[in-house]
């Protein structure tokens, strides 16, 4: 899976080059408020214009469900991407993607110059991998390069379809730095690798445990699914979040711990509260109690500070650290101090730190320990799917070296 073909392999001059990119940015009044996708993608993109390559730029944005939406339309996307190249990024505004517009503007290329595509979930084959769409897309190119790692866990036409009918199939320079993180962190850590789970549901992190399990040295558990665990030990829990179909496989994740000799940590205590807090945000009375001692009618939602502690304590001897989902309700600034404990270990320490897409992401940047991270993965999905073992569709679809 990591033996991929990647721009530094390939001569690109004078050739028509399809880049997907993950350009599915947050958009308010048509302005990007927040272009860290962008800004990710520059390093590819400017290798491809450095080598002379006619670069066609596509990606989707949002959920257009297979019609045209204004609202999601690439256009702010060019010009902020012109801004940023320091060129022009010529806009084909096709609504079925490959139109006239484009057809033109790719016919009209001179070596170094970049076109983007309208949004590809405008056209409703995308998302099912239908065959038209995949020989359309591949008609305007020479080369494939996936640069997406945040749709790498789907199999779309923009993504895998494509490469069927073009010759040359490679990955981008973040496509690669994800694929060599993450993979290493999972197949080939420098030990101790600890892993640290967090986030609300054990259910969506079912064979992420067990993978991880037999990887890692130490797993840590946080977050909402902590409770489940706790229940599956007996605990009283109170009204805390748990899924009571998943206390069974609680129970045999903790016995897998024990016979591969791994340490399994669950919060010792946890930072209690009457209620969820609506808003979100909204100011609330906590208390920190033991994890066996939750009254019935008090929630759990964040670890308590001895937990922090323990959890620093063990990142600090690690050489490796995988962390996926928050400690507990990290939006709240009151519910937000085990995340920023967890945060504040990791960015502290020597060891190889990579953080996995979606909440976690969310989380480090918001807290403010974004850079002192080795890898911050750009997809929540895939990082997810990458740590279960699976293999990734857009991944796989690259040529081996």
Known sequence: MLNKKSVDDINVKGQRVLVRCDFN??????KITDENRLVAALPTIKKLIADGGKVILCSHLGKPKGEPKPELSLAPVAVRLSELLGQEVKFAAD????????KAAVAAM?????????NTRYRAEETKNGEAFSKELASLADVFV?????????????NVGVTEYVETSVVG??????????????????RPFVAILGGAKV???????????????????GGGMAYTFLKAKGYEVGTSLVDDTKIDYCKEMMDKAEKLGKKLLLPVDTTIAKEFPNPIDAEIEVSVVDSDAIPADKMGLDIGTKTAELYAEAVKSAKTVVWNGPMGVFENPILAKGTIAVAKSLAETDATTIIGGGDSAAAVNQLGFGAQMSHISTGGGASLEFLEGKDLPGVVAANDK
């Open 110 to 118: 001179q070596d170094g110059e970049v076109v983007l595509l309208q």
């Open 173 to 190: 320079y973040l496509m690669q730095k994800e694929i060599d993180f993450l993979g290493n962190a999972v197949n080939n850590p420098v």
């Open 95 to 102: 609504d079925n993607v490959v139109g006239e517009n484009a």
């Open 203 to 221: 259910a969506d992190k079912l064979n992420v445990i067990s993978n991880l399990l037999e990887k890692c040295d130490t797993l840590i558990i």
């Open 25 to 30: 940015v947050p958009l308010k009044d048509g």
């Open 146 to 158: 996936n640069d997406a790692f945040g749709t790498a866990h789907r199999a779309h036409c923009s």
